[in-house]
């Protein structure tokens, strides 16, 4: 009869001994995973403040803080300020219908005088605006879950109906 081991059937000694670098888990996945987490940190995903963009043109100055990149189902907000360097008859500010689809957009401050879709845009009238003075213009809105990938369109300065500001507008989603 044979002398009974101290181990399980099947284990022996060489079983027990270290060996090396091997593992059971690929580090392939760990380093994924801290490199998808880095990346998620430094914003690249979202959740950053948004940019500011500066677009002067002979009439006025424009400054937009819109999101350039958001989160499906995100609440945002996004910010026109228009700075006057003459005065409008009448102030409107123009966003394509594209740039809007699947968005809601929860409120407006301060709301416009009169609100139309025209031209592809819905565009909404300030009234006059003497030269100097400045009108911040605030949206409130949330991305719908249909959206994906993302979303472009222009935003118009307008005085009535001359043009005198576009200025395209990007927007990426992400799931």
């Known amino acids: 009869m044979r002398q009974s081991s101290a181990y399980p059937q099947g284990i022996d000694e060489a079983h027990l001994r270290a060996k090396g670098w091997h593992r059971h888990a ?8 801290g490199l998808f987490l880095g990346a998620a940190l430094l914003g690249t995903f979202g959740g950053q403040p948004h ?10 100055t424009v400054t937009l803080q819109f999101p350039e ?14 700075k006057a360097k003459r005065s409008f008859k009448d102030m409107r500010l123009g966003i394509s219908s594209t740039y809007w689809h699947d968005m809601t957009i929860n409120s407006m401050l301060p709301g416009p005088s009169e ?5 592809g845009q819905y565009r909404f009238s300030y009234g006059p605006v003497e030269s100097g003075e400045n009108v911040m213009i605030k949206f409130d809105g949330q991305i719908n879950p249909p959206m994906f990938a993302g979303t472009k369109g222009k935003l118009t300065l307008l005085d009535g109906d001359a043009i ?10 992400y799931p």
Request: glycine share 4%.
């Open 26 to 33: 690929n580090p392939a996945a760990v380093i994924g995973i």
């Open 51 to 60: 940019p500011t963009r500066i677009i002067d043109t002979p009439s006025a």
């Open 69 to 82: 990149i958001l989160r499906n189902g995100e609440f945002f907000e996004m910010r026109a300020t228009v």
């Open 115 to 119: 609100e139309k879709s025209e031209s």
């Open 164 to 173: 005198v500001a576009d200025i395209p507008v990007n927007l990426r989603i």
